[in-house]
T-cell receptor, first 112, second 114 residues
Framework: DTGVSQDPRHKITKRGQNVTFRCDPISEHNRLYWYRQTLGQGPEFLTYFQNEAQLEKSRLLSDRFSAERPKGSFSTLEIQRTEQGDSAMYLC??????????FGSGTRLTVV | GESVGLHLPTLSVQEGDNSIINCAYSNSASDYFIWYKQESGKGPQFIIDIRSNMDKRQGQRVTVLLNKTVKHLSLQIAATQPGDSAVYFCAENPTNFGNEKLTFGTGTRLTIIP
């Protein structure tokens, strides 16, 4: 196991298009988190799962955003009708209950 | 256009010297604090953590100090090396039930001068 994997690493999309990112957590981790990070800022919490259940969502997660973790393993984050303000680094992290987070390297989204 | 927004606090330290990075947190109910290091193009990397029942914790070359009275956290890095150059974030967990979510500070850019 090489840690948390995110795909793609970079995504450039036109405004109005839909995008989907994937996160593969560390295999024995039951919790998975999504964060968003804009240039010069710290990561901001978006949502988290425990196994396949989505337990909390931030108000940052507008109705254009949806996250799933269908089998309690990998997760996807979809953004519909992208806007320029969605340009950011999307970070995924995983943990086993209260153990420390391990972050992936992120997906950098640029909306043009 | 794209905003630049790179107005991070910065700290430059001579290689081999010690550095101290400070952080003020906001929630007096937070009971768990973590320092992360983030290098360019990478996700945050765990450095050290501390719970609110402690005021000091040491790791390898790093020490975290917690002052709950003034809601202040600091990270001390001893004998800095070029590889320590990165952005450092403090994060707090504002619940009593573990790290469901973290609130991150703005970050400090540390530059080690060879």
């Amino acid at each position: 196991d090489t840690g948390v994997s995110q795909d793609p690493r970079h995504k450039i999309t036109k405004r109005g298009q839909n995008v989907t990112f994937r996160c593969d957590p560390i295999s024995e981790h039951n919790r998975l988190y999504w964060y968003r990070q804009t240039l010069g800022q710290g990561p901001e919490f978006l949502t988290y799962f425990q196994n396949e259940a989505q337990l909390e969502k931030s108000r940052l997660l507008s109705d254009r955003f949806s996250a799933e973790r269908p089998k309690g393993s990998f997760s996807t984050l979809e953004i519909q009708r992208t806007e320029q303000g969605d340009s950011a680094m999307y970070l995924c992290a995983s943990s086993y209950f209260n153990s420390g987070y391990t972050f992936g390297s992120g997906t950098r989204l640029t909306v043009v | 256009g794209e905003s630049v927004g790179l107005h991070l606090p910065t700290l430059s330290v001579q290689e081999g010297d010690n550095s101290i990075i400070n952080c003020a947190y906001s929630n007096s109910a937070s009971d768990y604090f973590i320092w992360y290091k983030q290098e360019s193009g990478k996700g945050p990397q765990f450095i050290i953590d501390i719970r609110s029942n402690m005021d000091k914790r040491q790791g390898q070359r790093v020490t975290v100090l917690l002052n709950k009275t003034v809601k202040h956290l600091s990270l001390q890095i001893a004998a800095t090396q070029p590889g320590d150059s990165a952005v450092y974030f403090c994060a707090e967990n504002p619940t009593n039930f573990g790290n469901e979510k973290l609130t991150f500070g703005t970050g400090t850019r540390l530059t080690i001068i060879p």
